[in-house]
């Protein structure tokens, strides 16, 4: 599955994941990694796309770069290095 991830997208995933392994340690990393995608797709983070050898890969939106963008300036904010 990891290979039908862009980078950005992939440590997202990756991120979201671990969160979810806590709540629901039980659940197998497949099952909440589909469950992570769905909900990033949902809310326009990702979205699928019809990869070079006819499988379906997925990428984030310029939606998720813009939501990394604000994370970063609010990380350099939180620091006091912003100058």
């Known amino acids: 599955m990891r290979r039908s ?21 039980w659940t197998d ?8 995608l ?5 809310r326009g ?3 699928r796309h019809l990869r070079s050898d006819g499988k379906i890969g ?12 604000e994370a970063e300036l609010d990380a350099v904010d939180d620091l006091g290095c912003g100058d």
């Open 29 to 36: 990393k497949r099952t909440l990694l589909r469950s992570v």
């Open 45 to 47: 983070l990702a979205s």
């Open 58 to 69: 997925w990428r984030a939106t310029p939606k998720m770069h813009g939501h990394i963008r």
């Open 5 to 25: 991830l862009d980078r950005t997208l992939s440590l997202w995933i990756d991120v979201e994941v671990q969160i979810a392994k806590i709540h629901s340690p």
């Open 38 to 42: 769905l909900e990033f797709e949902e």
